[in-house]
């Protein structure tokens, strides 16, 4: 394995994602500075070497720092975005206004969309960093593997091939493989909208249904995420791999998806507040779903999952009565 391009880097934040990214990049050697809005977060990492309150038992690498100060991290060459989509702007703002170089690598690692006008996260960084090299990261990836090094795929995308090469080699270790992409729209739409078919899939095991029932629901969902990315340009066969099926299986059927657990405490009778509320994270499905349902009515493609989640979500839908319209919907070709 080939040296780091990289002898330092920087994360923001410095959550469970954000912290199991800045793990691998620390055990690929880099000076890692993960940039948080929790002091009492930051302590611990920096004192104790541990992130208790995101990743609890999981011990931190000596080369991984911690900051609350955004000045700390506006110079470092490689800057990877891991922050919820909600606040995405805001410290996208406070970054622009420390001001980085243009010779800076930004990548998102984000799954959402921004709130405000509806803008991927590829697009926010364009929109702030325009001079700026960009990829995204994106794939089967939860945090608590990541963090105890389990084996782990993903996929580095970039409109530029050179930019690509040059972080999938930083994300070169023995346990974290990487792919290139130049589909850098499927991968985003693949990482958002997998996040409305997991809170479907918690519904599913909430309500007592089985493995057939959760098999259809990610077989249909993925028909839906490549037509609704192919409409915005997106390629077929991204919707096939790591940053499509693959990050859609993982979080539909894994124990550690915050937006799986949604939507299971949704079909055990709690309120959506209820079930936000138990959580000391995002649930980025929650407004993936709204985002991805107006998107699908402009584009006018066919979302009816997404239509139904959306429907439980932002209308108070009966969970049982969103799954009956579902099965009830005119017969049709599997592949129409």
Request: net charge negative; hydrophobic share 40%.
């Amino acid at each position: 394995m080939e040296a780091s391009p990289f002898s330092e880097a920087a994360v923001l934040g410095a959550g469970s994602w954000g912290t199991a990214l800045s793990i691998v990049l620390a055990d690929r050697g880099i000076d890692v500075c993960a940039y948080g809005n929790e002091e009492p977060v930051c302590d611990d990492i920096n004192s104790n070497h541990l992130n208790s309150k995101y990743l609890p038992g999981v011990d931190l690498p000596e080369n991984l720092s911690s900051s609350v100060d955004i000045a700390d991290v506006k110079d470092k060459p490689l800057i990877l975005m891991v922050i919820p989509s909600q606040v995405a702007r805001l410290v996208l703002q406070d970054l622009q206004n420390a001001g980085i170089p243009k010779e800076t690598i930004l990548v998102s690692c984000t799954k959402g969309i921004d709130p405000e006008n509806g803008a991927f996260m590829h697009e926010l960084l364009e929109q702030f960093f325009p001079d700026n090299p960009i990829a995204v990261l994106s794939g089967p990836s939860h945090a608590e593997e990541v963090a105890k090094r389990m084996a782990t795929l993903a996929t580095i995308g970039s409109d530029d091939e050179d930019v690509a090469r040059t972080v999938q080699n930083v994300f070169t270790l023995p346990w974290f493989r990487t792919y290139t992409s130049s589909d850098v729209i499927g991968i985003e739409v693949g990482s958002v909208v997998k996040n409305v078919f997991a809170i479907a899939a918690g519904a599913i095991d909430g309500l007592g249904l089985g493995d057939n029932t959760k098999a259809a629901l990610v077989t249909r969902g993925l028909s839906e995420m490549t037509r609704l990315g192919m409409a915005l340009g997106g390629k077929e066969e991204t919707f096939r791999g790591l940053s499509g099926m693959g990050d859609l299986i993982v979080t539909c059927y894994s124990v550690h998806s915050r937006n799986n657990r949604v939507g299971r405490l949704l079909g055990e009778g709690n309120t959506l507040q209820q079930a936000i509320d138990s959580m000391n994270q995002v649930a980025e499905g929650v407004p993936n779903a709204k985002h991805a349902f107006e998107l699908a009515r402009r584009l006018e493609v066919r979302t009816p999952i997404i239509d139904e989640a959306y429907a439980v979500l932002f209308e108070d839908k009966p969970i049982r009565e969103a799954m009956q319209d579902l099965l009830q919907r005119a017969p049709r070709e599997e592949v129409e």
